[in-house]
């Protein structure tokens, strides 16, 4: 079989990999590249790192060369650009350059698969070298590779799910403690799982990127990043987990993507899931993807979507395809790639929830302007126990169209009795 890549020329010589960026991700992938030692096929030969002489550790053999220098590691002999730093800017300029001048590239970087993933690797397939991001998309769970290699015989119509540990852990300390957002969100940050500016994660920029990523390589669909609708967890009230536990299910931050007549239907937003689901099941700062294929039907991965060790493994499991013949995770996806429209009118049942100052008549008044967007009611549900100036209750709506149902919310948000502006989330439930 013919190789297309340089890395691959000498078969008996160790490949040599620079670090750039040695944080959280690139301190433990160096770790395991220097444990593994002269059994493996690489050799680590830099570190770059920007204010370096902070960032020495004495467990680092004396060959590696630490530098803050991008154009001593681009003009060595090194064979791999390990791309850790994370952001857009400079990664994505030195990406392009490591390319450029013949060294394959390994990242994590989703924020840069995402926003330029295509054009990078037409980049690496013009200068025969590969471009690999297994650690991406849910960190140490193989699900790229699983779905581009171990479902390569299927045709995949459509992924879904969590893909951001945060969220998972906000919303799930919710339900099980009862606490607000805000707690939520302070108890995951004093954890260590959410950062001091919680916006990528709570608001659904982070999954987006990862989802956008899985659309390309599952279902061979390219959208524009900022297309893909992305609603907040912030407006989820400990009252919601409630009401979603009446219903019998739980609520999480979902990530979904299908292919229907011809575009994209694709989002990233907080939904009620039914307990029999295996989204329902992923507690703490765990992720899960379920990809659904045209002859294989439901395949699940999961496990430890980040952390410093569990991605490294991603990153060494890229560098190992790598070595061994250049099956990498980005080539095989570019050529049937389709440029597609991002759709978010999913059909889906609704769960919505009112806070209003209570007075005769709010639910006919509520029931009318649903109506008239032909959007039919399934059930109401109202827990006791709250004062009446600002009392919670739920109504559960059968499937109706997004735009419908953006249409009613709108309309009932103006009511005069509402306290806050209705609460609008889809069910996910387990198809027949
Ligand atoms: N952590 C995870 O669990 C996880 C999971 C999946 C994917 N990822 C991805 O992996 C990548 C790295 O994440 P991380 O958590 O390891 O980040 P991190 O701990 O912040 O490490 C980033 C490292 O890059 C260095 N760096 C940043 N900008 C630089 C520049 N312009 N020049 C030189 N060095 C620079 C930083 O130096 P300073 O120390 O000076 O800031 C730091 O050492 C990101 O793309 C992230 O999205 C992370």
Not at 105 to 119: D, H, P, R, S, Y
Not at 126 to 147: D, E, I, K, N, T
Not at 175 to 193: I, K, N, T, V, Y
Not at 215 to 226: F, I, K, N, Q, W
């Amino acid at each position: 079989m013919e190789t297309r890549a340089e890395v691959t020329k000498d078969a008996n010589r160790r490949l040599r990999v620079a670090i750039a960026g040695f944080g959280t991700v690139g301190s433990a992938v160096a770790r395991i590249l220097i444990e593994q030692g002269a059994a493996s096929s690489f050799e680590l030969a830099y570190i770059l790192n920007r204010r370096i002489a902070k960032k020495r550790v004495d467990w680092m053999p004396g060959s590696v060369r630490w530098t803050d220098d991008i154009d001593e590691v681009l003009d060595s002999d090194v064979d791999v650009f390990v791309e850790l730093m994370g952001g857009l800017d400079p990664a994505g300029t030195w990406v392009r350059r490591a390319l450029a001048s013949g060294k394959s590239v390994v990242t994590a970087n989703k924020a840069l698969i995402a926003a330029e993933g295509v054009a990078l690797s037409e980049l690496a397939c013009r200068h025969r070298q590969h471009l690999a991001y297994g650690a991406s998309v849910a960190g140490g769970v193989p699900v790229l590779s699983g779905l581009q290699e171990g479902l390569a015989g299927d045709q995949l119509v459509r992924v879904s799910g969590i893909l951001n540990g945060t969220c998972n852990y906000i919303l799930t300390r919710m339900e099980d403690a009862g606490l607000s957002f805000a707690d939520a969100l302070l108890e995951a940050q004093r954890a260590g799982f959410a950062e001091a500016d919680p916006s990528a994660d709570v608001d659904g920029y982070d999954a987006r990127a990862k989802i956008t990523i899985l659309s390309r390589v599952a279902l061979g669909a390219d959208v524009d990043l900022e297309t893909v609708l992305c609603r907040s967890i912030r407006p989820i009230t400990a009252v919601d987990l409630r009401y979603a536990v009446e219903l019998g299910c739980t609520i999480r931050q979902i990530s979904h993507a299908e292919v229907k007549d011809n575009e994209l239907h694709i989002a990233v937003q907080p939904m009620l899931v039914e307990r029999a689901l295996p989204h329902a099941r992923v507690v703490g700062a765990q992720n899960i993807v379920v990809s659904t294929g045209r002859y294989g039907g439901e395949t699940t991965f999961s496990g430890n979507g980040a952390g410093g060790n569990p991605t490294a493994v991603a990153v060494v499991s890229d560098l190992v395809a790598l070595a061994r013949l250049g099956t990498t995770s980005s080539e095989s996806m570019s050529p049937a790639l389709k440029k597609m429209v991002a759709s978010s009118q999913f059909v889906m049942p609704h769960y919505t929830r009112y806070l209003v100052r209570d007075r005769p008549g709010i639910l006919a008044a509520i029931s009318q302007v649903l109506a008239t967007y032909a959007i039919n009611v399934d059930a109401v549900l109202q827990l006791p126990g709250h004062s009446r100036e600002a009392l919670p209750f739920a109504i559960t709506l059968e499937p109706s169209s997004q735009q419908a149902l953006d249409a009613a919310m709108a309309e009932i948000g103006k009511l005069h009795f509402l306290a806050q502006p209705p609460l609008c989330l889809p069910i996910l439930r387990k198809r027949a």
